[in-house]
């Protein structure tokens, strides 16, 4: 857990799976949850739950972002319209999905690199590990934990309903 700058995080943007950009000044006062996701991975299935969490708790503030990435044994389809017809027949995603991004390396997205330079991994390690880590960042944008893939999203409803009655 890390103190965050919220202005900061409020003047991040990327572009949505439909190739418009979308500006994190919309998240203020949300309580959002960014995940790195893929297509062909094992822990592909959590789209289930990140969608049971988003159409659960969306109307009381929380926020998805799926941001695609192909880093990792390249389990992530090819385009992003092939990634949003996937993620949409199989898991009935309706959450916001982001273009495909890299989030290691020289060209990791802007909103990873402040992600990562802000809650590290285990051991303290920067680099995202594998697909579905996940970044729990609260209503002001001054917290944010991070987990790893193994963490159900379902497993943290109850933290996520918390950061929604602060």
């Not at 273009?99 to 990562?116: C, M, Q, R, W, Y």
């Not at 594998?130 to 497993?155: C, D, E, G, H």
Request: aromatic fraction near 10%; charged fraction near 20%; hydrophobic fraction near 35%.
């Amino acid at each position: 857990m890390t103190n965050l700058t919220n202005e900061t995080f409020y003047n991040l943007s990327a572009k949505t799976i439909d190739g418009k950009e979308y500006n994190f000044s919309q998240l203020k006062d949300k309580v959002v949850l960014i995940v790195n996701t893929a297509s062909k991975c094992g822990f592909t299935p959590q789209y289930h739950e990140l969608e049971k969490l988003h159409k659960e708790l969306h109307s009381e503030g929380l926020v998805i972002l799926g941001f695609p990435c192909g880093q990792f044994n390249n389990q992530e389809l090819a385009n992003e319209t092939d990634i949003a017809q996937f993620c949409s027949l199989n898991y009935d995603v309706t959450f916001q999905m982001m273009a495909k991004i890299d989030v290691n390396g020289s060209n990791t997205h802007p909103v990873f690199e402040f992600l990562k330079n802000r809650a590290t991994g285990i051991f303290g390690s920067k680099n995202i590990k594998w697909n579905f880590t996940k970044f729990l960042i609260n209503r002001n944008a001054k917290t944010i934990v991070r987990y790893a893939p193994l963490v159900k999203p379902l497993s943290l409803e109850i933290g996520i309903k918390s950061l929604l009655e602060e």
